[in-house]
């Protein structure tokens, strides 16, 4: 018995602690992921969870039960511990999804956490998504184990052998295929797809002259400008006559060819003309020595995508004051996580003999 249910079935106003925890169970519902909408579904109109006794509430400080929807993050469990402790006494905590339960399709990333190990968690609700009827039936089930101190599942499946009923079960064959590395091509040309962008082509090599190598159509819409990373920062002021923003920065980790490629995708809301277009200047830099000019006093929304590429992949952006601070991930993170000579979690496999 856990000791919130030990709580509830103490002392002689047991009966009406249950009773009273039972039917006021007001979760807190810590939505990380796409459970959240299935949540919403079992309290929406269509399913009335509030009918079982159960009404979702946003504060915890005044909540007895935590429903986390979804993912875990080694971030977002600062704020999962942080939630619980809050609450007061006696509380419960539920968890929805593949992704809270074993990791669901996250399950080897470097930044998952299972719930169950930052709090307590009294019922998990299976499913990718989890249905609306799973939910309340959770609810039902935490209903009944603050009522009779047994907690319980609410389904099970028979065993069958199947060494009895057909062939001995094998170790299924490796899902990974190792394929022969290309070469990485971030500029290749599909003019035959926006053929009028050859106009638009012209005024941005005219603006660029020789600091840029290549000036190239890679799709309707789309445009690449490969440059050295010396010229990056004056490729950029020229640029930002065309381009009001950044809208992303990107890292392509090219082990075998011992590189990073840098992007930057630029894209503008105040210049009508160019408004549908996306603009990708592209650079190299040596992998070992992973260091660019920081674009972030030209375009200031740099700044922060910047600092995420120098989390995730150890990138130094020479001139952002955030290079060497972590904001992204948590502390206990390992370092440069999207590398790709960081080695993740793999399947494991067995037989029938558990070998």
Same mark, same amino acid.
């Given at each position: 018995?856990?000791?919130?249910? !030990?709580?509830?079935?103490?002392?002689?106003?047991?009966?009406?602690?249950?009773?009273?925890?039972?039917?006021?169970?007001?979760?807190?519902?810590?939505?990380?992921?796409?459970?959240?909408?299935?949540?919403?579904?079992?309290?929406?109109?269509?399913?009335?969870?509030?009918?079982?006794?159960?009404?979702?509430?946003?504060?915890?400080?005044?909540?007895?039960?935590?429903?986390?929807?979804?993912? %875990? $993050?080694?971030?977002?469990?600062?704020?999962?511990?942080? $939630?619980?402790?809050?609450?007061?006494?006696?509380?419960?905590?539920?968890?929805?999804?593949?992704?809270?339960? #074993?990791?669901?399709?996250?399950?080897?990333?470097?930044?998952?956490?299972?719930?169950?190990?930052?709090?307590?968690?009294?019922?998990?609700?299976?499913?990718?998504?989890?249905?609306?009827?799973?939910?309340?039936?959770?609810?039902?089930?935490?209903?009944?184990?603050?009522?009779?101190?047994?907690?319980?599942?609410?389904?099970?499946?028979? #065993?069958?052998?199947?060494?009895?009923?057909?062939?001995?079960?094998?170790?299924?064959?490796?899902?990974?295929?190792?394929?022969? $590395?290309?070469?990485?091509?971030?500029?290749?040309?599909?003019?035959? #797809?926006? #053929?009028?962008?050859?106009?638009?082509?012209?005024?941005?090599?005219?603006?660029?002259?020789?600091?840029?190598?290549?000036?190239?159509?890679?799709?309707?819409?789309? %445009?690449?400008?490969?440059?050295?990373?010396?010229?990056?920062?004056?490729?950029?002021?020229?640029?930002?006559?065309?381009?009001?923003?950044?809208?992303?920065?990107?890292?392509?980790?090219?082990?075998?060819?011992?590189?990073?490629?840098?992007?930057?995708?630029?894209?503008?809301?105040?210049?009508?003309?160019?408004?549908?277009?996306?603009?990708?200047?592209?650079?190299? %830099?040596? !992998?070992?020595?992973?260091?660019?000019?920081?674009?972030?006093?030209?375009?200031?929304?740099?700044?922060?995508?910047?600092?995420?590429?120098?989390?995730?992949?150890?990138?130094?952006?020479?001139?952002?004051?955030?290079?060497?601070?972590?904001?992204?991930?948590?502390?206990?993170?390992?370092?440069?996580?999207?590398?790709?000579?960081?080695?993740?979690?793999?399947?494991?496999? $067995?037989?029938?003999?558990?070998?």
């Amino acid at each position: 018995m856990s000791e919130m249910v !030990r709580f509830l079935h103490s002392g002689p106003l047991a009966p009406i602690k249950r009773w009273g925890t039972k039917w006021s169970l007001w979760p807190v519902h810590l939505v990380t992921a796409c459970c959240g909408v299935e949540l919403a579904h079992a309290y929406a109109s269509g399913y009335d969870g509030e009918r079982l006794g159960s009404l979702n509430y946003g504060i915890s400080r005044q909540t007895n039960l935590i429903i986390v929807e979804g993912a %875990i $993050t080694r971030k977002m469990a600062r704020i999962l511990k942080m $939630t619980y402790e809050q609450m007061p006494d006696p509380k419960f905590v539920m968890v929805m999804g593949a992704c809270g339960l #074993k990791g669901g399709l996250f399950w080897n990333g470097y930044h998952m956490v299972k719930p169950s190990d930052v709090v307590p968690v009294d019922f998990f609700i299976p499913g990718c998504p989890p249905t609306p009827e799973a939910m309340l039936r959770g609810i039902r089930e935490l209903q009944e184990k603050i009522w009779s101190g047994e907690p319980r599942n609410s389904i099970s499946f028979n #065993k069958i052998d199947m060494l009895r009923i057909g062939s001995p079960r094998l170790a299924p064959p490796s899902p990974k295929k190792i394929a022969k $590395t290309p070469l990485v091509k971030v500029n290749v040309d599909r003019s035959e #797809k926006w #053929k009028e962008g050859g106009i638009i082509v012209k005024e941005v090599s005219d603006l660029l002259g020789e600091l840029a190598s290549s000036v190239t159509i890679t799709g309707r819409n789309r %445009i690449c400008v490969f440059v050295e990373s010396e010229n990056a920062v004056e490729v950029a002021k020229r640029l930002s006559r065309l381009f009001d923003h950044v809208k992303s920065v990107n890292v392509i980790d090219v082990p075998h060819e011992s590189s990073f490629i840098i992007e930057y995708v630029f894209s503008s809301y105040s210049n009508k003309k160019y408004m549908p277009i996306l603009l990708t200047m592209a650079s190299r %830099i040596d !992998r070992e020595e992973a260091k660019f000019p920081s674009l972030a006093e030209i375009f200031p929304s740099a700044d922060y995508l910047e600092r995420e590429m120098h989390d995730l992949f150890g990138v130094w952006f020479e001139g952002n004051p955030g290079m060497g601070v972590r904001f992204l991930i948590a502390p206990d993170t390992p370092e440069n996580p999207l590398r790709k000579d960081f080695r993740l979690e793999e399947e494991v496999y $067995t037989g029938g003999d558990g070998r």
